[in-house]
């Protein structure tokens, strides 16, 4: 095979940039956008059906009037499309439904790799964007869903991922502090030394996604400063995500952020109670975000804000824990989205069926990235 090296074309070199640089991407003047997975799964009776018995009054009466509301959006009714949060999310981030493995095929794992790009790299290999401001904000109890930051994609992958806020990076951070402080003596610092290679050995994807940018570390200095590092003081749960994503808005200002709220999740332990306030700790965290971005400068009336649940949760009362949503039935695939924010037209209720997957392809339009692997029509209303 002809290889065309410096001594087979006769000791003609030529100029580096030909070979070695990246193309000079264009500055990213769009709106942010900032995806709430309203999640852990929600359906439509808890949230949206009955307006005078809503869990999350916020989102219905202050939220949804600002912008297109998608009552009857749907997830895909498949049998082998699950309806779950990690499913959920990258049906969101991809705009297109696959049947997704654990890694290892580990049961409840949810150790996913997507195929296809997810929006931080479709928006990162249009822009110049850094990874710092192309965000996940992750739950503490969703750790899998920490390396859904890029996909296996040839064209785009690791160099075009998100970053992500969560407590499981503050803790290796913390960690990576502690044994390079020169402070510990020998029995701590192998103590410490296992405890960060049990939390690094959980990334799957194995490719560097713990190595954080000056910023990002910076910004743990700087939660350190104000929370300490015990743990005990920084809220918890989707209260953390909240705080995570105020802190991420006012310090490091991403154009892309999705916040992968969780706590209704916890009515897997199988008291209803977990379910519906866990749906008010979320409407409280969408309140304080919109009213961040109303506050800062970046933000304001330069945002839009895209809130869709991950999936909805089944109406079987005869089970002896209620709500799940791993049966893909009806009411688990039942789910709504709202677009509000710059340039998105005000009060509009779309009365039909819309997909889940159109999520992608619609953020696509709004931020004027191309998105050619997404299956969902974006919801043109949007764009009315
Ligand atoms: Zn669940």
Known sequence: MLQCTAASMGGLLLPNRLFAEEPVLPQYRGPNVIIVRFGGG??????????????????????????????????????????????????????????????????????????????????????????????????????????????????????????????????????????????????????KKQQLAKLEGLDYRDVGGLQHSKKIDTFWRQWQNHYGASGFVNPRGDRLLTELSVWAMEKLQPKIMMINYNDPDYVHWGLPHHYTEGIKVIDMGMRRLHETAQRLPAYRDNT??????????????????????????????????????????????????????????????????KTPHTEGDALEEVFA
């Open 42 to 191: 929600v359906r439509r009776q808890e949230c949206i059906a009955n307006p005078q018995k809503t869990y999350c009054p916020y989102f219905l009466h202050k939220l949804v009037p600002q912008g297109v509301f998608f009552p009857r959006m749907e997830m895909s009714n498949s049998s082998d499309i699950e309806t779950s949060h990690g499913q959920g999310t990258l049906f969101i981030l991809t705009g297109k439904y696959d049947k997704f493995e654990d890694i290892e095929n580990k049961p409840f794992s949810g150790r996913f790799e997507a195929e296809v790009p997810t929006l931080f790299e479709y928006l990162r290999s249009s822009f110049n964007i850094p990874v710092h401001q192309s965000l996940m904000i992750n739950h503490e109890d969703r750790r899998q869903e920490e390396f859904y930051s890029f996909s296996n994609h040839k064209n785009f992958g690791f160099n075009y991922r998100s970053d992500v806020l969560s407590l499981y990076r503050y803790k290796v951070f913390l960690l990576r502090q502690q044994i390079n402080s020169g402070k510990l003596d020998e029995k701590q610092l192998l103590m």
């Open 304 to 369: 839009v804000f895209v809130i869709v649940p991950d999936c909805g949760r089944d109406d079987n009362r005869f089970m002896d824990v209620p709500y799940q949503h791993h049966f893909n039935t009806k009411s688990a695939r039942e789910i709504f989205a709202l677009v509000y924010g710059k340039g998105v037209p005000k009060g509009k209720v779309v009365d039909k069926t819309v997909d889940q997957i159109s999520v992608a392809a619609t953020i696509g339009g709004l931020m004027g990235i």
